[in-house]
């Protein structure tokens, strides 16, 4: 019979000791049909013939070690296998005597090719003992100095032996790397892929040179161990970049999408590894902690790639997010189906401080011209859907309203919201921004409202100026209450807006009542031609929306207005004017208090509290029209006490108007002086001291 030429090999004498005198004992696996049982007892055979090499290698007999080993080994192995078959029982293995199995024969080397063959049918360990064996035979034939003369020779095998130990090198990276691509796990393949690191460990002890002196490719430590964890390494790094990425021109949530599937996929890998890989290696190994650093180092390094590249202001936020709130969270590395071998305690930052420190600087770049174009977005729809449309404004609660305060504060909570979700600085840097961008925002609006309002003429002016006066308002409260914003510059934006909006608003109310002040006392004027509500009608489609408008500015500015018409209506009537009969004169005197009558009801339905300015235009009308001048002295004297501010010139100009002559009005006045310099003038209840007085004064 003949042996298995892959599963026997012969193991070299030591040169000291004679053929008669040695013992070699051979624990033989012929009887086996088990080719994993063959593969031990040849390993243990390997380990004695390694210790007998060794043995070999410290001879001082250097004559002895010049014969040829390998054939006297051979000869040494069948003279063995004979003595052993002599007194061996004739069962193999518990199984009846097979005499073509049990019969010894002699063994036969393998060649490099054979032993190749053997690698690549990933029968690792059968392969490993037979290099080994060419390895230990071509230290020993070196200490026997046999290539003195053809060191050629000793080269190549050498190279041999080094080619054959990196091929099993290339099937350990191919075996780790296919445990997480291959759908089925081949358990054998791994535990005897354990096995092969630690006899390799075993047979090179790790020291720093190499066995041979005459080459630094035998007997060195082959390190199989640290290249499982660079395959792991390698594994994990293919894995991640596996994970499907569209372009952004096939999908515009790609970068989503990707990581998505990065982390389905590769949490499926470690619940693979948790579940079935980790039984096959020995708890030294601690498997799972290796491939989650792994998976965590490749990770990073996707990542801080990904960073590097053109990425929008949603793509930015997608990224920090994933780091910072998917990646250790019970969608990915703290699945219950993970715990407890998955653990993240130690593991590394998954980017740089620099790196998150960029990316989150970015991010806040990115948001600068988001948070610009939001604001414009809002801007057009005003004008676009309001504006130009004229659409009314709403009302809420008796105050005109418009969305725009609460967009911006919608924006703005959205986006703090967001990166607080990151971290608190970068929440901080948002609402910094925010601010930033609508201390620019709102001159922008003032502006383009202010365009439009002076292009045309349009009902909806007032309203919603008044509306957005209010919601500005709101802006700031909803500012300091909800984001404790510090809104002293933003206030005084707002107050600058507000007083050019008062501005735009007074000076369209002048422009439709001037023409109709300046009537007063013209003849047409006396006899009637318009209605005395006229003025008020007018003064009311701007007025009227004052009540709408959030206290105290609504109230302050229909003060203003009411005062204005009252100002300039006295202004109308003190000009000089042609001299009027007494007829004339009562007409005059009727038709100013019945309009004074009007005016004062417009404004009280209205709602102003400048009860003050009521009797301002009735005191005049009655000094016009009165017959009796006792009358009119203590008309006189009722209206310097009611309006403190009144001076001289207006005094004798409205006694002018009622055609006294200048003795007579300077009499009045001389007696009325005292009273007036008695009273007291109320703060901001100026009136008279507003009126311009004519220069010339007719006289009657």
Known sequence: MELDTRSVTSEPASPMNSPGEEKMEVASELSSS????????????????????????????????????????AKKLLRTLRSYEENKPTICNGVEKIGEICEPVEAKPLSVMEINELIQKRQLLEAFASIRLMEDETISEWDAEKYND?????????????LLYNSITNAIQSIVEGTLEDPTLEHTLLTSMVTLIAREEAAHPNTDSAACPGSDLLGRPRKWREQWREAINESARKRVLKAPMASREEATSWLDLHLHFLQEHLREDLLKIKLSVKKCYPEEYLVCDTYVEAFHNAIASHLQELSQGPLDFHELYTLLDWVANTYHSELFLGHPDLKPEVKTENLSLLLTPADWDKLKNNYIASAKGKIKSYFGNILRLEVTEKWEKEAHSEE????????LAFDIQTIIGQHMKLSGAISRGLETKMLELCVAELLEFIPRFEQEFTA??????????????????????????????AFKVNTEELQKILAALTRNFTNIFLTKLRTKAQPLLKKILTKNWILAMEGPDTLASAVSQFSEHLQHMREPLGQELLQEVHKYVVKEYITQVIKPR??????TRQQVSRKMSLEAAIIRDTFIDQGSGANWLFPAIDHIAN?????????????????CQDYPDIRKEHILAILAL???GRARRAAIFRQVHHAQESSERGEGSTLFAEIDVPVIISCF
């Open 452 to 481: 439009w309002s002076t292009a045309q003429d349009s009902p909806i002016f007032v309203p919603y100026l008044v509306a957005y006066i209010n919601s500005f308002q709101d802006l700031v409260s909803g500012l300091e209450t």
């Open 658 to 660: 009622r055609g006294l």
């Open 34 to 73: 088990d080719l994993q049982s063959r593969d031990s007892g040849f390993f243990e055979r390997g380990i004695k013939t390694m210790l007998s090499i060794r043995k070999s290698k410290r001879s001082p007999n250097k004559e002895k070690g010049k014969e040829d080993t390998g054939t006297w080994n």
């Open 578 to 583: 042609w001299k009027m009969n007494r007829e």
């Open 150 to 162: 053809n060191p050629q020779e000793f080269v190549r095998k050498c190279k041999d032996v080094d």
């Open 396 to 403: 809420k609660e008796n105050l005109y309203h418009a969305s």
């Open 623 to 639: 000094i016009i029209g009165e017959k009796k001048k006792d009358k009119i002295k203590a008309y006189v004297k009722e209206l």
